[in-house]
């Protein structure tokens, strides 16, 4: 059972920068797929960022493109977000998951293809 703990959510005003971290219990984190999801109120949890096994391959969510960056650190089992240029309607909870994975190449952006799942961290954008 691979655990996620999300950090570095917070407040920060529009035009400004965060940094989310997702650190992995597991030790051969670097088999896994990674992805980034966010859930607004009201709304359904979607597709932010993703990273392929070993970092071959990243995918955005046109919303957040040349905006955020996800990247990872095998040694410390880490994938981060880099979240720069942050608008109001980025505000809300975002949440890790992860997904073993053969391909070095594929990324996973449906909710469906991840197993493992943080517990979310807020993000809120003021104008």
């Known amino acids: 059972q691979v655990q996620l703990l999300e950090s570095g959510g917070g407040l920060v005003q529009a035009g400004g920068s965060l940094r989310l971290s997702c650190a992995a219990s597991e030790r051969t984190f670097v088999s896994y797929a990674v992805g980034w999801f966010r859930q607004a109120p009201g709304k359904e949890r979607e597709f932010v960022a993703g990273?392929?096994?070993?970092?071959?391959?990243?995918v955005y969510a046109d919303s957040v493109k040349d905006r955020f960056t996800i990247s990872r650190d095998n040694a410390d089992n880490t994938v981060y977000l880099q979240m720069d240029s942050l608008k109001p309607e980025d505000t809300a909870v975002y949440y890790c998951?992860?997904?073993?994975?053969?391909?070095?190449?594929?990324?996973?952006?449906?909710?469906?293809?991840?197993?493992?799942w943080g517990q979310g961290s807020q993000v809120t954008v003021s104008s």
């Open positions: 990273i392929s096994r070993s970092a071959g391959n990243t």
């Open positions: 998951a992860a997904t073993y994975s053969w391909s070095t190449v594929v990324v996973r952006t449906t909710r469906r293809e991840y197993d493992y």
